[in-house]
């Protein structure tokens, strides 16, 4: 599977944009990259996904990069409520749906 | 949007017997399911593809016996915890996505938590 890679941890001050960095150097041209979040004792939440070009919805925009190699979810506003483990995940053609779970990024938005 | 459920949210079983997780798409048909597992601060390990009519798939090192998984219809696939120990005590979540292409959404259940005692 196309691995990601993601920091372990970022802050955020609320009210402010938080941008989370993800590389996947070993995409292939037909793989998406969809982001998640889990909020504590909660089912993984979806976000966004996209395959080259930048995706926006109610929650986030995604920026992929032109060599597909790395991307960026941001979530504009930050609120206290967005405070959880972002996981972006490469979904990869020979898998289908099955999706491989990385570390993830525990994003903490402070008031 | 679609959304996929999960029942019950939250089960406590004695050692040895048996438990049955639900895992519902609500306004779509899946004809595959996927069941993870996860530990306290750890990431979701993938334990078995559903299948509708068909076998499941387990992953390398899940116990097929142990972990039944049923695929009866186009909406539902149920997870059986047999013979459950306390270190089968984990939160167990489900997924599906709403068509075959690589570029559908693929949702998550809320979750269910199981504590064997």
């Known amino acids: 599977d196309a691995k990601t890679t993601q920091p372990p941890s970022m802050d955020c001050a609320e009210g402010r944009a938080a941008n989370l960095p993800c590389n996947h150097s070993?995409?292939?041209?037909?793989?998406?990259v969809y982001w998640y979040r889990q909020i504590h004792s909660q089912g993984p939440q979806y976000i966004i996904h996209g395959l080259k070009n930048n995706e926006t919805n109610e929650m986030a925009s995604l920026i992929i990069t032109e060599d597909r190699k790395s991307s960026t979810l941001i979530l504009p506003h930050a609120t206290l409520r967005d405070t959880a483990v972002y996981y972006c995940?490469?979904?990869?053609?020979?898998?289908?749906?099955?999706?491989?779970f990385g570390e993830g990024t525990q994003l903490t938005v402070n008031p | 949007g679609a959304v996929v459920s999960q029942h019950p949210s939250r089960v406590i079983c004695k050692s040895g017997t048996s438990v049955k997780i639900e895992c519902r798409s609500l306004?779509?048909?899946?004809?595959?399911m996927f069941w993870y597992r996860q530990f306290p601060k750890k990431s979701l390990m993938l334990m078995a593809t559903s299948n509708e009519g068909s076998k499941a798939t387990y992953e390398q090192g899940v116990e097929k016996d142990k972990f039944l998984i049923n695929h009866a219809s186009l909406t539902l696939s149920t997870l059986t915890v047999t013979s459950a120990h306390p270190e089968d005590s984990s939160f167990y979540i489900c997924?599906?996505?709403?068509?075959?292409?690589?570029?559908?959404?693929?949702?998550f259940g809320e979750g269910s938590w199981l504590t064997v005692v």
């Open positions: 997924s599906a996505a709403t068509g075959p292409g690589l570029g559908n959404t693929i949702y």
């Open positions: 995940i490469v979904r990869v053609a020979a898998s289908g749906s099955r999706l491989t």
């Open positions: 070993t995409i292939s041209g037909n793989e998406y």
């Open positions: 306004d779509f048909q899946a004809t595959t």
